[in-house]
């Protein structure tokens, strides 16, 4: 007998109020659980989505509002050099959690050798492109 277990909640459907910084009619903005750099946050849809295409104007206009208002934290709080500002938008994008999210993640001068190429770097073998390698 083969069982089949129901999908675990959404974590981003299930949020406690306390992990949400600021929201709006159509989002919610909260600070990542596994930071990559200081100020890393997360602007995510109340709706449940998986992709960015998904959402409708109205939710896309509420994502870039929160994500305007994310940065302006960051900056006030941690002064960051640079941001990378992504979005994994399926599992071959590395999509992990099947709820639409964009990150900010402040970037800090040397907190990479060489930063050039940014979201480039997803595929390392095609990120250099300046070198000719």
Same mark, same amino acid.
């Given at each position: 007998?083969?069982?089949?277990?129901?999908?675990?909640?959404?974590?981003?459907?299930?949020? +406690? $109020?306390?992990?949400?910084?600021?929201?709006?009619?159509? $989002?919610?903005?909260?600070?990542? /659980?596994?930071?990559?750099?200081?100020?890393?946050?997360?602007?995510?849809?109340?709706?449940?989505?998986?992709?960015?295409?998904?959402?409708?104007? +109205?939710?896309?206009?509420?994502?870039?509002?929160?994500?305007?208002? $994310?940065?302006?934290?960051? $900056?006030?709080?941690?002064?960051?050099?640079?941001?990378?500002? /992504?979005?994994?938008?399926?599992?071959?994008? /590395?999509?992990?959690?099947?709820?639409?999210?964009?990150?900010?993640?402040?970037?800090?001068? /040397?907190?990479?050798?060489?930063?050039?190429?940014?979201?480039?770097?997803?595929?390392?073998?095609?990120?250099?492109?300046?070198?000719?390698?």
């Amino acid at each position: 007998m083969t069982l089949i277990s129901a999908p675990s909640p959404c974590p981003f459907c299930t949020l +406690p $109020a306390s992990r949400i910084v600021e929201e709006n009619a159509h $989002a919610v903005l909260i600070l990542d /659980g596994y930071p990559v750099s200081p100020g890393h946050s997360l602007v995510i849809p109340k709706r449940h989505v998986r992709s960015f295409f998904e959402v409708t104007a +109205p939710e896309r206009e509420a994502l870039f509002a929160l994500l305007d208002r $994310a940065k302006e934290l960051v $900056a006030e709080q941690h002064r960051p050099d640079g941001y990378n500002i /992504g979005i994994n938008d399926g599992a071959a994008a /590395g999509q992990t959690v099947p709820h639409l999210h964009i990150h900010l993640i402040p970037r800090y001068d /040397g907190d990479q050798l060489d930063p050039r190429g940014g979201v480039r770097w997803v595929i390392p073998e095609k990120a250099d492109y300046w070198t000719g390698r």
